[in-house]
C-alpha cells in the first residue's frame, strides 16, 4: 500500500473509496466536513437508519452511486469532537482502511484526520498513516498453495488529499512507527524452529545496515570471555547456540554529553521449560518467548524516523531453552557479571537468568537509564491479564515517563510495587538469591531478582507475559503478535532524549 499527500479535491476526484472522518458533537455524528448540502442530507438520513454515531473506531460504508466520482464513502467514527485523542485518530483509520480493503478498494483517498488543541494535525496524521499501514498487516510467509487460491484484498494506495508544511514528513514517520510494529510482529509469528538466536542476530545485523546503527553480537566465545554466565547456562541445552546483540542508534550531532538511554530484551526464541520442561498444552506459544527482544529490535528500527534525540544502547539476550545431555540443571549455581550468585531452582525460570547478565553489560555502557522488556511471568497473566503490561521501576520519574507514554499509545500498563519484604522469597541456600520465589506475588519476586542486576541505575522492567499476542482483531491490530511496547517505548525515548 503506497501512502501518499496530494493536493486534490476529494470529492471530485475518482476513488474506489473516499475516507471520511465524523467527530461525535453531543453524541451525534458530525458532518462539518462534507460541504454539498445535496450529499450532505442524504448522508443524514442514511446515518440516522443505520444508528452510526461516529463513535471511535465504528464504520459506515456508502455506495456513492453516481453522485459523486468515489465509488463509495467510508465514514469513520473518530470520537467526541471535545476530547480528541490520538488513539480516536487511530482506531478511525484502522477500522476505515480494513472496511475499504475488505469491499474490495484499491484506490483509496482520505480527508486529512481532525485536530484540536491538544493533538496537532501533523501528530494526527502520523498516527492516521501508522493505524493504516497496522491494520492492513499480515503474515504470509508460511502460506502454501492451499491459502493462496483465493486472492487476497489489497489496498493499491492511499492518498490524503491536502498539503501543509511538513505533512509529508508525518507520513514517512507513521510509516516508519508502523514497519517497526510490523518487524516485531513479524519476528514474533516466525517459529520457533525458523528463527533461532543466531539468525535472530542476523535479521538484527540487516535492521542495522538498512538505519544506519551500530550493531557488535556476541557468540558464545563472546560470552564466555564477558562471563555472561547466564545467558550460555539457558542456552547450553541447545544445539543452536545463545548470543548477546548490542545496537547502538546516536542522532545526528551527538556529542558526549546527549543523554544515553538503555533498552533489554527478553529474546527465548523458543522456552520448553528445560528440564523443569513445560506441560505440552500450549506449548507453542512460547515461540513467542522472543517478544521483549522483537520490540526493542522494532523500535531501533525507527529511531531516526521518530526523531529520538537521545542515544539508545539496546540489548538483545537470545538463547534457546532446550533439553539436551548439556542442559543446565535444577540446583545448579550461576555467577552473575556483577559477582551475584544465583541458585537454579527452575529452569524454566530463565528470562530473569539471561536479563541479569543483559542488564548489568547495559549498565557498563554508561546509561542514564534503563528499561527492560520481557515475557517474564505466569504470574502476570494472573495478576492483570493477558493485555494489560506490569511496569516495575526503582526510579518514580522513569516510570512516570512510560506510563505517559503508554497513556499516548493507548498500550495499558499497570505499575506493580517492588515490595521489598518478599525479597525473602528469593533468598537462597547455598547462593546469593535463587530463581525462583514461589507462586505468591510471582511478578514481583521476579522483578526482585532482576532489580539485583540494575546496577544502581535507574530501573525499570515491563512484564510483556501474554500482552504480545492477541487473541481477537482490534482496529489496528489483526489477531496474532502484536508488536506491543514498541510504539510505548518509541514515545517513551522520544519524551526523555535531548
Ligand atoms: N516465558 C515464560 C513466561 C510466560 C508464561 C510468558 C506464559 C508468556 C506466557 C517464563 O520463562 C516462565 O516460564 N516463567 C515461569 C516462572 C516460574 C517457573 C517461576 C512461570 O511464569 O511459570
Ligand atoms: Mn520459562
Ligand atoms: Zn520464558
Known amino acids: ?150 486472492p487476497v484484498k489489497e489496498i493499491d494506495a492511499l492518498t490524503f488529499a491536502g498539503e501543509g508544511e511538513g505533512l509529508a514528513d508525518q507520513i514517512a514517520r507513521g510509516e516508519a512507527v508502523a514497519a517497526a510494529v510490523n518487524l516485531a510482529r513479524d519476528v514474533t509469528n516466525e517459529p520457533g524452529s525458523d528463527l533461532p538466536p543466531m539468525a535472530f542476530a542476523a535479521a538484527a545485523s540487516q535492521v542495522a545496515e538498512e538505519h544506519g546503527l551500530e550493531i557488535t553480537i556476541y557468540d558464545a566465545n563472546a560470552l564466555q570471555e564477558m562471563g555472561a554466565n547466564a545467558i550460555l547456562a539457558v542456552g547450553k541445552g541447545s544445539a543452536n547456540p545463545p548470543c548477546m546483540i548490542h545496537m547502538v542508534y546516536r542522532p545526528e550531532g551527538a556529542t558526549d554529553s546527549t543523554p544515553s538511554l538503555g533498552l533489554v530484551g527478553k529474546c527465548i ?89 543483559g542488564l548489568v553489560y547495559l549498565a557498563r555502557q ?48 499497570w505499575r506493580l510495587p517492588l515490595s521489598e519484604h518478599l525479597e525473602s522469597q528469593i533468598e537462597a541456600e547455598i547462593a546469593d538469591i535463587k530463581n525462583t520465589g514461589g507462586r505468591a506475588g510471582g511478578s514481583i519476586t521476579a522483578a526482585l531478582f532482576l532489580q539485583h542486576f540494575s546496577e544502581g541505575l535507574p530501573w525499570a522492567h515491563l512484564d510483556i507475559a501474554g500482552s504480545n499476542r492477541s487473541t481477537k482483531s482490534t482496529a489496528y491490530a489483526p489477531k496474532g503478535s502484536n508488536g506491543v511496547m514498541v510504539r510505548t517505548l518509541l514515545e517513551y525515548l522520544r519524551r526523555s532524549g535531548g
Request: negative net charge; proline residues 5%; aromatic residues 4%.
Open 366 to 413: 554508561g546509561v542514564r537509564e534503563m528499561v527492560d522488556i520481557s515475557t517474564l511471568t505466569g504470574a502476570k497473566i494472573i495478576a492483570l491479564g493477558n493485555e494489560t503490561v506490569a511496569l516495575f521501576a526503582n526510579n518514580d520519574d522513569l516510570a512516570d515517563r512510560i506510563l505517559g507514554a503508554s497513556e499516548y499509545a493507548a498500550e495499558p500498563m
Open 1 to 150: 500500500m503506497q501512502i501518499s499527500l496530494q493536493p486534490i479535491d476529494p470529492f471530485s476526484a475518482p476513488s474506489d473509496a473516499l475516507i471520511v472522518p465524523v467527530l461525535q458533537f453531543g453524541g451525534a455524528p458530525d458532518f462539518d466536513v462534507i460541504t454539498q448540502p445535496e450529499l450532505r442530507s442524504q448522508l443524514a438520513q442514511l446515518v440516522a437508519d443505520a444508528d452510526f454515531t461516529g463513535k471511535a473506531g465504528s464504520t459506515l460504508l456508502v455506495q456513492t452511486m453516481g453522485l459523486i466520482p468515489p465509488r463509495r464513502l467510508v465514514l469513520a467514527g473518530a470520537g467526541d469532537r471535545e476530547k480528541l485523542t490520538a488513539e480516536g485518530v487511530r482506531k478511525a483509520w484502522g477500522s476505515a482502511v480494513t472496511k475499504a480493503r475488505d469491499a474490495g478498494a484499491k484506490q483509496v483517498v482520505s480527508l486529512l484526520p481532525p485536530s484540536s488543541e491538544g493533538l496537532s494535525g501533523a501528530a494526527a496524521l502520523a498516527e492516521a498513516v501508522a493505524a493504516a499501514a497496522l491494520a492492513t498487516y499480515r503474515f504470509t510467509a508460511y502460506q502454501g498453495t492451499v491459502k493462496n487460491e483465493k
Open 269 to 357: 526464541t523458543f522456552d520448553t521449560g528445560g528440564y523443569s520442561i513445560k506441560p505440552a498444552d500450549g506449548m507453542g506459544e512460547m515461540k513467542g518467548d522472543m517478544g521483549g527482544g522483537a520490540a526493542v529490535l522494532g523500535v531501533m528500527a525507527a529511531l531516526k524516523a521518530a526523531g529520538v534525540q537521545a542515544v539508545v544502547h539496546a540489548v538483545i539476550c537470545s538463547a534457546e531453552n532446550k533439553i539436551s545431555g548439556e542442559a543446565f540443571l535444577p540446583g545448579d549455581v550461576i555467577r552473575g557479571m556483577n559477582g551475584v550468585t544465583m541458585e537454579i531452582i527452575s529452569t524454566d525460570a530463565e528470562g530473569r537468568l539471561v536479563m541479569a547478565d
